[in-house]
């Protein structure tokens, strides 16, 4: 699998597929197709994809000044495991970090204890929690920082 920052509208409907095998509370369509908008600019999208442009996961990110914020990573289950979350993370985090974001947010429900340990293998360390944050079902959010190092530019 390839991280590809290309957004293709033709992938909306299997984009969507995997936010509904991967969340008890997914997304509606609008979430990927409002990427198309100016006013998104400052959301960005990766996809994972194999040689044949099957979709093997997503990242969702948005930019703001200095911060970025990891906004949705779905990978569906029959792939997980497989280090696409890790590369759709480390993309994601390079990509921001060049343009300027010095911390990386994000916010993981408290009982999905895989997706933490992943954050927390890739540096990321617990700041606070948001109660009541999701629903379907109700539950805190986790939320997660990680500071970004500057891209070396003495090449």
Same mark, same amino acid.
């Given at each position: 699998?390839q991280?590809?920052r &290309? /957004?293709? $509208?033709?992938?909306?409907?299997e984009? @969507?597929?995997?936010e509904r095998?991967? /969340?008890?509370d997914?997304?509606?369509g609008?979430? /990927?197709?409002? @990427?198309y908008?100016?006013?998104a600019?400052?959301m960005?999208?990766?996809?994972?994809?194999?040689e044949?442009g099957?979709i093997?996961g997503? +990242?969702? +990110?948005?930019?703001?000044?200095d911060?970025?914020?990891?906004?949705?990573?779905? *990978?569906?289950p029959a @792939?997980? $495991?497989?280090?696409?979350?890790?590369e759709?993370v480390t993309e994601?985090?390079?990509?921001a970090?060049a343009?300027g974001?010095?911390?990386c947010? @994000?916010? *993981? $429900?408290?009982?999905?204890?895989?997706a933490r &340990? +992943? #954050?927390e293998?890739m540096s /990321?360390?617990?700041?606070?929690?948001r109660k009541? #944050?999701?629903?379907a079902?109700s539950?805190?959010a986790?939320?997660? &920082? $990680?500071?970004?190092?500057?891209?070396?530019?003495?090449?």
């Amino acid at each position: 699998m390839q991280a590809d920052r &290309r /957004f293709m $509208r033709d992938h909306i409907e299997e984009l @969507l597929s995997i936010e509904r095998e991967s /969340f008890a509370d997914p997304k509606n369509g609008n979430i /990927f197709s409002s @990427l198309y908008d100016d006013a998104a600019a400052h959301m960005h999208y990766f996809v994972a994809q194999d040689e044949n442009g099957t979709i093997g996961g997503y +990242l969702l +990110l948005s930019i703001a000044a200095d911060e970025a914020e990891i906004i949705n990573v779905a *990978v569906p289950p029959a @792939l997980r $495991r497989r280090g696409i979350g890790i590369e759709l993370v480390t993309e994601a985090l390079a990509f921001a970090a060049a343009r300027g974001a010095t911390a990386c947010y @994000l916010e *993981v $429900r408290a009982s999905n204890l895989s997706a933490r &340990r +992943l #954050y927390e293998k890739m540096s /990321f360390n617990v700041v606070g929690v948001r109660k009541m #944050y999701y629903s379907a079902p109700s539950e805190d959010a986790i939320v997660m &920082r $990680r500071t970004l190092e500057a891209p070396c530019n003495d090449r």
